[in-house]
């Protein structure tokens, strides 16, 4: 069955940086590769929204109100994938799921929180 752990979340000051990280069980590293993988955020009040994405390619997009503070990375051999967080902002604060588009389904991660503020 496969399960996602997310890791990194926290307090963090406006301005300041966090990792956040997904590791993936329950496939094996070359399905894992050639899947896509995304992170979501949901804030209090909001609707769920994509933040980046990253494809079994490398190729990733990013949502406007993240472009050039985060960046979505990879680590096949470790079924894992990242999120660098970097200038962020207290309207960053939610809680953020990564997604795992499976061969045959869709799996999400139980979400961690972040948290910017002074």
């Known amino acids: 069955q496969v399960q996602l752990v997310e890791s990194g979340g926290g307090l963090v000051q406006p301005g300041g940086s966090l990792r956040l990280s997904c590791a993936v069980s329950?496939?094996?590293?070359?399905?894992?590769?050639?899947?896509?993988m995304d992170w979501y955020r949901q804030a209090p009040g909001k609707q769920r929204e994509l933040v980046a994405g990253?494809?079994?390619?490398?190729?990733?997009n990013y949502a406007d109100s993240v472009k050039g503070r985060f960046t979505i990375s990879r680590d096949d051999a470790k079924n894992t994938v990242y999120l660098q967080m970097n200038s962020l902002k207290p309207e960053d604060t939610a809680v953020y799921y990564c997604?795992?588009?499976?061969?045959?389904?869709?799996?999400w991660g139980q979400g961690i929180q972040v948290t910017v503020s002074s």
């Open positions: 990253i494809v079994s390619g490398g190729g990733t």
């Open positions: 329950g496939t094996s590293e070359r399905i894992f590769s050639t899947c896509d």
């Open positions: 997604k795992y588009i499976g061969v045959s389904a869709d799996y």
